[in-house]
């Protein structure tokens, strides 16, 4: 059957007529939703809506961090902490699923306050300040950068505690209006590839390799002549360039083989004359993996480091204890030559104020700072590069043009410190001293996640740790432990 036509007379009274119908029937025409509200358009983000953002988010993280403070000197009348998000309400407030979500994240971090006093650690008062660093806005939703900044006084309880502890992190808040344009907070997303002391998420995990690589040279038909320094070839990601440092000679790379003599697993002491080869085959360390579990078997601990493979395959670490009051492994400050002074020193300067002579892999699938920030320190304190493929497990070398992968990625680096005999492990993580390291498998499926150095010890045996991502200086190795109590530790001595 065909339709019918009407005639341009006929449709224009047939369309004044339904209008007029439906101003009779008064709310037809318009959406149901709107009849009463106060805004029918996208709302605006003003000033001082945005100021509002700025104040709701530092009461969140102030809470948080309140949660964590020793408030039992404060009394019946004392000044105990009360909930600062319950003051918003009306134009920006906590939605109902947010305000629980708090209310969890709350009594978790109370509950690791409570396994912290236990383990000797209190803390006598907190700071936090929350900067807005950028607001977008589509439709009805709003997405919030702001920077936190938090310093934890530590109570004095053995006395020799250092005065504060400190950190920096990123977080994405997600806001949603309602049909009055009043903006709800229904998201709070940490954008740190690290780990916080008032952190209620799981910690981002690095995959399990494959495979580990080898240090064999490999196969095929050298050149007739050895090339006079090291060529350059195009830098694999995570380089951050291709081009060579600018002091260091570069030559027109020979195809396949730039060199005739296959790398040595043993470093030198001597700094690098020449530029380190990069490859363009190189895989790149990932930084994310699977939910971790929450069950682990005890490890089994090692004073000894692992030997070196004859094939070239990178050492296995050991797992080190965490229960306190180990037995005395008292490190020899002047046996190494090394300057531990000047790694503690160096962390405390560069924790948060980053050194502009290297690159920062902070940020959004840039893998996470904290074995470049580590390798910066050892570097400080006389660490010297052991020149090569960026890719050979056996080389370490970092500047501000071309790292290896040992210097910036977390299994890599305990490839190199292990194979070329400058760490050796440590059979309990309350053993560590200034400048050892510690790294973390939080997921505990072999693949390492997290690097950390020692910038304190107590003279009653606490390691303090300073790191990046999430930047943090002086947390106690209990406050780790107490944070993430299944994952697997590792624990070098320099």
Same mark, same amino acid.
């Given at each position: 059957m065909k339709s019918r036509k009407l005639s341009r007379k006929r449709r224009r009274v047939t369309i004044v007529s339904a209008a007029a119908a439906s101003v009779v029937a008064g709310v037809a025409l318009v959406p149901n939703w709107s009849a009463g509200a106060a805004v029918t358009n996208d709302p605006t983000v003003d000033a001082a809506t945005k100021a509002t953002f700025q104040k709701l988010a530092d009461a969140v993280f102030t809470d948080r961090t309140q949660a964590l403070v020793d408030d039992s000197s404060a009394g019946k009348h004392g000044s105990k902490h009360h909930r600062l998000t319950s003051g918003f309400s009306g134009k920006v407030r906590l939605s109902g699923t947010q305000s629980r979500e708090e209310n969890t994240a709350l009594t978790q971090l109370r509950g690791?306050?409570?396994?912290?006093?236990?383990? #000797?650690?209190?803390?006598?008062?907190?700071?936090?300040?929350?900067?807005?660093?950028?607001?977008?806005?589509? #439709?009805?939703?709003?997405?919030?950068?702001?920077?936190?900044?938090?310093?934890? $006084?530590?109570?004095?309880?053995? #006395?020799?505690?250092?005065?504060?502890?400190?950190?920096?992190?990123?977080?994405?808040? !997600?806001?949603?209006?309602?049909?009055?344009?009043?903006?709800?907070?229904t998201g709070i997303h940490g954008t740190d590839d690290g780990v916080a002391?008032?952190?209620?998420?799981?910690?981002?995990?690095?995959?399990?390799?494959?495979?580990?690589?080898?240090?064999?040279?490999?196969?095929?038909?050298?050149?007739?002549?050895?090339?006079?320094?090291?060529?350059?070839?195009?830098?694999?990601?995570?380089?951050?360039?291709?081009?060579?440092?600018?002091?260091?000679?570069?030559?027109?790379?020979?195809?396949?083989?730039?060199?005739?003599?296959?790398?040595?697993?043993?470093? !030198?002491?001597?700094?690098?004359? $020449?530029?380190?080869?990069?490859?363009?085959?190189?895989?790149?360390?990932? $930084? $994310?993996?699977?939910?971790?579990?929450?069950?682990?078997?005890?490890?089994?601990?090692?004073?000894?480091?692992?030997?070196?493979?004859?094939?070239?395959n990178p050492p296995a670490a050991t797992r080190s204890a965490t229960t306190t009051n180990p037995p005395a492994a008292p490190k020899n400050f002047s046996a190494s030559g090394y300057d531990y002074k000047a790694m503690a020193d160096y962390a405390a300067k560069h924790w948060s104020n980053y050194n502009k002579d290297y690159p920062s892999f902070d940020g959004a699938g840039a893998g996470g700072d904290c074995t470049n920030f580590v390798s910066q320190a050892l570097k400080a304190g006389g660490w010297k590069h052991v020149p090569g493929y960026v890719y050979d497990h056996t080389k370490w070398f970092g500047n501000s043009e071309i790292q290896s992968h040992s210097f910036i990625g977390v299994n890599e680096f305990s490839w190199f410190a292990l194979s070329s005999q400058r760490v050796t492990g440590l059979a309990n993580v309350y053993q560590m001293d200034v400048g050892d390291v510690l790294q973390v498998d939080f997921n505990r499926d072999g693949s390492k996640d997290h690097t950390m150095i020692v910038s304190y010890r107590s003279p009653q045996g606490v390691p303090y740790l300073s790191y990046h991502s999430t930047n943090t200086y002086n947390r106690s190795v209990a406050s780790i432990i107490a944070s993430y109590p299944n994952a697997y530790y590792y624990a070098y001595r320099t």
């Open positions: 690791r306050k409570a396994v912290l006093a236990k383990l #000797g650690e209190k803390y006598s008062g907190a700071r936090t300040n929350v900067t807005l660093d950028a607001t977008q806005v589509k #439709g009805r939703q709003a997405k919030v950068a702001v920077t936190e900044t938090t310093t934890l $006084t530590y109570r004095k309880i053995r #006395g020799n505690e250092p005065k504060t502890t400190g950190f920096q992190a990123h977080h994405e808040l !997600t806001f949603q209006a309602d049909s009055k344009g009043n903006w709800q907070l002391v008032n952190q209620v998420r799981k910690p981002p995990v690095v995959p399990k390799p494959p495979a580990p690589p080898s240090t064999k040279a490999p196969t095929a038909t050298p050149a007739t002549k050895a090339p006079s320094s090291i060529p350059t070839t195009k830098a694999p990601s995570p380089v951050p360039t291709t081009k060579a440092p600018s002091s260091i000679p570069t030559t027109k790379a020979p195809s396949p083989v730039p060199t005739t003599k296959a790398p040595s697993p043993v470093p !030198t002491t001597k700094a690098p004359t $020449t530029a380190p080869v990069p490859s363009t085959t190189a895989p790149v360390p990932s $930084t $994310t993996a699977p939910v971790p579990s929450t069950t682990a078997p005890a490890p089994v601990p090692s004073t000894t480091a692992p030997t070196v493979a004859n094939s070239g």
